[in-house]
């Protein structure tokens, strides 16, 4: 089974930058798609952005097209967020989640394991 642990989150102002890390433990993440995930307060978990297990696939939200990258380096085990142009209705705890059963996961459901979280806050 892996592990995920997610790291980079932080406060920034708007229209600021952030990069968030996931590190896989326990398993090869060359065997996983992966994806980023965030949640708002009250509000569903959404997907952001997805990778395939050999990047040659990526998927972006509509709200994160042009503004956003998604990249992974299985030989450091991580996957990466690039986000920039930041805005308030960012404001989430983003998740990493793995994916054994789907070269590239589009949603929730396709995801089985999933780290705990970071916090991105963007001030106005």
């Known amino acids: 089974q892996v592990h995920l642990v997610e790291s980079g989150g932080g406060l920034v102002q708007t229209g600021g930058s952030l990069r968030l890390s996931c590190v896989a433990s326990g398993r090869s993440l060359s065997i996983y798609g992966m994806g980023w995930f965030r949640q708002a307060p009250g509000k569903e978990r959404e997907i952001v952005a997805a990778i395939s297990r050999s990047t040659t696939s990526t998927y972006y939200s509509d709200v994160w097209k042009g503004r956003s990258a998604i990249s992974r380096d299985n030989t450091k085990n991580t996957v990466y967020l690039q986000m920039n142009s930041l805005k308030p209705d960012d404001t989430a705890v983003y998740y990493c989640?793995?994916?054994?059963?789907?070269?590239?996961?589009?949603?929730?459901?396709?995801?089985?394991?999933w780290g705990r979280g970071t916090q991105v806050t963007v001030s106005s």
């Open positions: 989640a793995a994916t054994a059963s789907y070269d590239l996961g589009y949603s929730r459901s396709d995801y089985g394991y």
